[in-house]
């Protein structure tokens, strides 16, 4: 029997046949369901955003920030395969946020007291800091002059005179090497990390603008954030300002006669130079020094100087000031007669023995260095 027949059958015996209709659902039912998953879609989203956010900020940005091939050098080294250095620097430079922390100088207060030689020497005398004690101990004490003393062009003793200047000057380059060396370490606990934070981010950043970095490029950074050894630091002080008595030296605390065509300098008298240019001049020796290792570490004329120098840190890491001092030619017009001139003063004053010496820290992430 089908399905016709028992309708018919259930219609005679008096049953009442009625097709049944399916419920459907309403359309104001069909959109509250609509809108509370669509609630909890955009409500579930947003509370994996941040997660979601801090993932591909480390897996993406950083990765492409830091190029590190410690480990991979390092499983080439326990295999035995050479590993292949290039000491590439970029030519580009940045001159606008490269001075920013020497300008800083210049809101020193210009009423500073400059120290007779006299004075100079009982301080010294009195802290019992002098070279001898230096080249034996190798250590030197923090004490950081401002000016030179206008007396030392009158000091007869050609030794006397040299010690004096070289115990002036001696700390405020290690200050600044030691400001360097920081930063260095700090720049390889990044490079040695899988991915860093926004604060070392940061710093990486404002350390691409001090060193004049184009493009965030790490080797070239590398490259230029490292020290000027001592002796070379102090042997073209010595010749640039004849051991502190040029005028520029006392009148602009010049050390190593830098050459500006800006108004604010010193201009040289017709015996010095027929040129237009000036020799800047700052408020505190410190200064000079700082732009002096600044100048050298992003100029390209001592993109040579700086290439050498990382060849001699890749080969034991310490730096022969001898050897370098030949890529300093195009420091002077005289080009290799200053550099030969400069090997001289560093033998004959053997400041190599100043290379190696440390500053007597006075703090604690100083102390941490040393």
Not at 55 to 76: Q, R
Not at 239 to 254: D, H, V, Y
Not at 319 to 340: C, I, R, W
């Amino acid at each position: 029997m089908n399905i016709s027949e028992i309708k018919k059958f259930l219609t005679k015996n008096g049953f009442k046949v009625i097709k049944i209709k399916k419920k459907s659902i309403s359309k104001d039912a069909h959109s509250f369901l609509f809108t509370a998953a669509s609630s909890l879609l955009i409500i579930g989203f947003f509370s994996i955003l941040p997660f979601l956010n801090n993932y591909f900020t480390k897996l993406v940005f950083n990765s492409k920030l830091i190029d590190n091939t410690s480990k991979i050098d390092f499983e080439k080294t326990l295999s035995g395969k050479e590993i292949k250095k290039k000491f590439s620097e970029s030519d580009s430079l940045s001159l606008k946020n490269l001075f920013d922390d020497i300008f800083e100088f210049e809101d020193i207060p210009t009423d500073l007291v400059r120290l007779n030689a006299e004075t100079i020497k009982q301080l010294f005398k009195d802290t019992k800091y002098n070279l001898n004690e230096v080249r034996e101990t190798k250590i030197v004490k923090p004490i950081a002059l401002n000016l030179l003393p206008k007396e030392i062009k009158k000091i007869q003793s050609t030794k006397r005179k040299k010690e004096l200047f070289i115990q002036i000057v001696l700390p405020l380059v290690l200050e600044e090497n030691n400001l360097i060396k920081l930063d260095r370490k700090k720049l390889f606990m990044i490079l040695n990390k899988n991915s860093n934070s926004q604060k070392e981010t940061r710093w990486l950043n404002s350390k691409f603008k001090q060193y004049g970095v184009i493009k965030k490029d790490l080797s070239t950074l590398k490259i230029r954030m490292d020290v000027i050894p001592v002796s070379i630091a102090l042997a073209q002080a010595a010749k640039e300002t004849g051991w502190g008595t040029s005028r520029f030296a006392i009148e602009g605390n010049a050390l190593y006669g830098q050459w500006t065509w800006s108004e604010d300098g010193i201009k040289p008298s017709a015996a010095d130079s027929g040129s237009s240019h000036k020799i800047m001049k700052f408020k505190v020796l410190k200064a000079s020094v700082r732009a002096y290792q600044r100048n050298l570490n992003t100029h390209p004329s001592y993109r040579e100087f700086r290439k050498a120098r990382a060849e001699q840190r890749d080969f034991d890491g310490k730096l022969n000031s001898l050897e370098l001092v030949k890529f300093l030619d195009k420091y002077a017009e005289t080009g290799k007669q200053y550099t030969e001139i400069l090997q001289k003063i560093i033998k004959q004053n053997e400041l190599t023995d100043f290379d190696d010496v440390r500053l007597l820290p006075n703090s604690k992430r100083i102390k941490n260095l040393i």
